[in-house]
């Protein structure tokens, strides 16, 4: 029997929770496949999600050919989502590694209060001290709420700290929501994309290309702010759900794929190093 153990990564979001499966001596991701995801909303309330998360994994986790060794958390759902995904594990007698901030990485970040950061900023701060070998690095997260991060390598790599504002999605809802006609509209396709004039003549563009070009000026005024003040341009990563469409918008970003899993996966190996 090939039996390969694997890491269960999971990255509890607002709007999904979504996980894969790390092949821990190929030291890759497994296949395409074992990419999953269930809307978080589904797992409400999140005390009782020991149960849905369950009927989701068990098949993962009593797979005898690919034993799981550890699943690791990133978490942005507060502790009853911790607490439901512990009692998962101990009923499958599989460790639980829950990423925390400033911990055994060789990264710090400058929060006041390291444990209030999100777990999936830093995470994804951790996978750009991993992938970049630029100095100054701006790391853009697009989900629920737009995350933008300033990561850079001075003696060491620093978490300067970094912004939060409504998400694409959160900005069309809130739109939606808060007037009587604005229809729910989807992130556009931006002019210099179209055969069309600049100005949007519906209301689909107006508001599908309004908010994305917003969300890029929002990007465009930290990369300002990064190259005054270190006098050099930021290498400009993008994660999160609607990095892909973002980048129509700021094509000199760089995709950060699986930047969460990325830097959960080194958080938990550097917290086994520094146990051994
Ligand atoms: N190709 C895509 N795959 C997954 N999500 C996408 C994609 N394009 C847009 N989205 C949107 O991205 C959002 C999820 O992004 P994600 O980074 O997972 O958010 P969160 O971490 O806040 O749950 C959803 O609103 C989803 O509609
Ligand atoms: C800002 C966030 C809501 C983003 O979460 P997401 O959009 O990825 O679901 C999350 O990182 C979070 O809850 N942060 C805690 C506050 C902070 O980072 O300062």
């Not at 986790?61 to 690919?66: G, I, R, T, V």
């Not at 060789?106 to 777990?119: D, F, I, T, W």
């Not at 989900?143 to 504002?165: E, K, N, P, Y």
Request: charged share 15%; with cysteine; aromatic share 8%.
């Amino acid at each position: 029997m090939n039996q390969t153990p694997v890491l269960l990564c999971m990255d509890a979001g607002n709007t999904l929770v979504k996980w894969c499966l790390f092949d821990n001596l190929q030291q890759n991701f497994s296949n395409a496949m074992n990419f999953s995801s269930q809307p978080t909303s589904e797992l409400k309330p999140f005390e009782n999600a020991c149960t849905v998360l369950g009927d989701l994994l068990s098949s993962v986790l009593s797979d005898l050919d690919n034993p799981v060794a550890a699943v690791l958390l990133c978490n942005v759902l507060g502790p009853d989502f911790e607490r439901a995904v512990r009692r998962l594990c101990e009923q499958h007698h599989v460790p639980l590694h829950v990423l925390s901030v400033n911990t055994k990485v060789p990264m710090r970040s400058a929060y006041e209060n390291p444990s209030q950061l999100g777990k999936d900023r830093w995470a994804a701060c951790l996978a750009v001290s991993q992938n970049s070998h630029a100095q100054v690095n701006l790391l853009v997260s697009f989900g629920t709420a737009t995350t933008v991060d300033a990561v850079v390598d001075q003696a060491g790599w620093q978490h300067l700290g970094g912004f939060i504002v409504p998400g694409l999605h959160t900005m069309f809802d809130s739109l939606h929501v808060n007037t009587a006609e604005l229809p729910p509209v989807r992130l556009g396709v931006p002019a210099s994309h179209l055969d069309s004039g600049f100005w949007p003549g519906t209301t689909q563009r107006a508001i599908g290309e309004g908010v994305g070009r917003m969300q890029a000026a929002f990007v465009q005024s930290l990369v300002n702010q990064l190259a005054h003040q270190y006098e050099q341009t930021p290498v400009v990563w993008f994660s999160g759900g609607f990095a892909h469409q973002m980048v129509m918008y700021f094509p000199q970003a760089h995709l950060l794929e699986h930047a969460v899993f990325k830097g959960l996966v080194f958080d938990y190996q550097c917290s086994v190093q520094g146990r051994s």
